[in-house]
């Protein structure tokens, strides 16, 4: 039976930062000819994600109100596994028993896209695993080494890598984390992060600011910019009270240079803030901002002084120099880059570099003229080149990194390589929903396949 050609991708997501970091490749798989994305949010920060969504044009195909609050981390991941499961049955009827077609025939989603660290994606992910839905995890390798730091995130990581027959991460460092856990490098693909795809977007469409303390920004086209954000927990008390100080100073310095500092609602952030910043005329307090306008703050900015971690890589990405106010960062690629200082909280320390790269052209320039090692901004243009490659057996897209192999891709997701009269293709391998075998005699393992023998068989 002929079988729809246009197959559907589902992408799962729950999370604003899922949201930002995923629209770029709903808006590269709307305007695709061959495939299709279906979006599936969770529920979780529903105001957030539907915002982000809209203004960049993507749409829903189904929420799983997973929205309580209050709810534990269980509770959140069985009702994201249950409400998948409903979605997907409902809309494709059950997982395939018997179905054998060429991969990109299938009437099944052709794959299940999940982002980063979430337990709503851990999640996503083992349901798509029980439908027989190949995972293809965004944002992957990402490690700190320790199982419980971040909690959950760190084991959310590591459980979607398990299940993923496809890795897209950002940067070599991150594939090096995954085949040092035993992933097939031919899994791997380099991409870049779809973060930095998402900023210059978000930063180029120069959505009004539409706030009052912030409309001699529209006007403003000449005056230097510093934007400045910090909240982490590690910083509350002393070190934001040094920071507060060091803009404080910097204000005092350098009259012609206007500071924007978007509050953290956190009582402990903001009112040390207030009580140091709240006078200071060069000083603009606003509370924290939407996504799309604090894009264009920061593609306006002439340095940024934040302890954020997406920070660090949105910024470089628009030329900005960062000074990063914390002691360590798991963003080490950017310090060697030279994109980011690491400065600390130290108020003199921050002082110096700051005042350094206000008053030396050299200086931003050395930041600012080195490349983000986080991404280029055609992160999810090489994500959807790969489904392409991995659907329809199209050329196998440019990676910057390690080159990846479909055969071991279709493998691990479960397709089993035939020569059919058509030509070289995969089957979808039936679910052994009720067979359990009694013991292994008999079991084949296939020999893992090493390259690509389709490579050169495009469509
Ligand atoms: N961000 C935002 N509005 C703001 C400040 C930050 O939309 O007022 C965005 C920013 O562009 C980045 C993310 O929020 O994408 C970073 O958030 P945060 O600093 O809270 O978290 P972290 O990156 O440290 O996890």
Redesign the pocket.
Known sequence: MPLPVSPEVLIVLGTR?EA?KLFPLIQRLQDHPRLRPVVVTTGQHKELVDYVLQEAGCEVAGDLGVGRPGLTLNQLSSSVIAGLDEFVTGRYGPPPERISGRVREDHYPAGCIVHGDTSSAAAAAVAAFHLRIPVLHVEAGLRTGTTLTPFPEELNRQLVARIASFHAAPTRANVQNLVREGVDIGRTFVTGNT?IDALRWAAAREVPYGRPELAWLEDDATSPVVTV?A??RENWGAGIASIARSVHRLADAHPDVRFVV?VHPNPRVAQTVHDELGAVDAVTLTA????HT??RL?ARSTLVITD????QE?APALGVPVLVARTTTERTEGVEAGTLELVGTDADTIVDAATRVLTDPAAHAAFSRQPNPYGDGHAAERIVDAVEHLVFNSPVPHTSGPGFVRAQVLEWAGFRRTDAIEGPTFVREPTPVDHVPQDLDGVVIAPKSTVDPYDKGTE
């Open positions: 930062p930002i973060g954000t909240h982490r978007p924290p901002m939407e996504y604090f894009a920061l954020s971690g997406g920070i949105e």
